[in-house]
């Protein structure tokens, strides 16, 4: 087909957007609808995976040391931790800083702490953090391998909530995700049967007259398209507006965001340009192809 003839088509297809826009209106709110409710199960799905990886940064395994470790020692250890690959981060905590914490956090017993003078009867320690806490276990064990460690503390309950926690949310998110988007294209396939059916007597008067089948449906793929490249660009300033109020209203929670990690919730900005890409293709290739699929009936003429 030469290049003035599909400029022809596609200047066709524009224009049925606007003959049949009552047709075309209600595919864009089908459209606008389902691709709000997909791309907004799935940021949730991100935030509270989010939320749980700031989670996560927040649990430690302390490694306390011998009591009669030198300095050279110490030094060894830390070498030695920092060969783990699942160990994130590692601090030092000596003796004289737990000290004082444990001084700091009881007051009723100062007279029992300041009776002790100079000896102090606790560790010095590292504070590990886990890189991936589904690993504890493992990284934990190869910590006892290591000379000059007196003991070691794990969270091993606060890594199998977490570690649950995170396998229900993903199984569960993954299948209201896929169940919404089979409704989502159930709906609008029956919308744009809709609004197909309703013009199939222009398709076989076109078909009659000797128009080809490419030739047909091409205007159909431009209007389908062009109503999905708008539900998207909607939904992706709806999505932004909405995202944007809810996250200035949990800012307001102090309290709440201290709990859940507010710092590991994603900004929309970050996001901004991948969503509107996946929003305006989504519904533009949705809108197409389901304009295109839904003709075919209505060719075998």
């Known amino acids: 087909m030469k290049l003035s003839g599909l400029r022809y088509l596609g200047k066709q297809g524009l224009e049925n957007v606007w003959k049949n826009r009552m047709m075309a209106f209600a595919s864009f709110c089908v459209l606008l609808v389902s691709l709000l409710l997909v791309g907004l199960s799935i940021l949730l799905f991100m935030n509270l995976n989010s939320i749980i990886g700031g989670i996560e940064n927040k649990n430690e395994v302390i490694v306390f040391l011998d009591p009669e470790i030198t300095q ?9 931790l920092e060969l783990i690959e699942n160990i994130d981060s590692i601090s030092f905590y000596s003796k004289e800083e737990a000290f004082e914490s444990m001084k700091d956090s009881m007051d009723e017993y100062a007279n029992v702490f300041d009776s002790l003078g100079d000896d102090n009867p606790l560790p010095d320690s590292f504070r590990i953090r886990i890189e991936n806490i ?30 649950e926690l995170r396998e229900i949310l993903t199984w569960g998110a993954s299948a ?47 209007e389908g398209m062009v109503t999905g ?70 060719l075998n003429v």
């Open 72 to 80: 050279v020692q110490t030094e060894k250890v830390q070498s030695e």
């Open 134 to 163: 589904d690993y504890t276990a493992e990284t934990v064990s190869l910590i006892e391998n290591i000379d000059y460690i007196y003991s070691i503390r794990a969270p091993y309950d606060f890594v199998n909530v977490l570690s």
């Open 176 to 222: 209201i995700v896929i169940a919404l988007a089979i409704v989502s294209m159930v709906i609008i396939s029956n919308t744009t049967k809709a609004s197909v059916f309703a013009r199939r007597n222009e398709i076989s008067i076109m078909k009659y007259v000797g128009a080809t089948n490419a030739f047909i449906r091409i205007p159909f793929f431009v």
């Open 229 to 298: 490249f708008a539900a998207g660009i909607i939904a992706t300033i709806i999505t932004w507006i909405g995202y944007d109020a809810l996250v200035d209203l949990l800012t307001g929670e102090v309290n709440l965001l201290n709990v859940i990690g507010m710092g590991t919730i994603i900004e929309f900005g970050d996001i901004a340009l991948t969503v509107a890409v996946l929003y305006i293709l989504s519904g533009g290739l949705i809108g197409a192809l389901g304009s295109v699929i839904s003709t075919r009936k209505h």
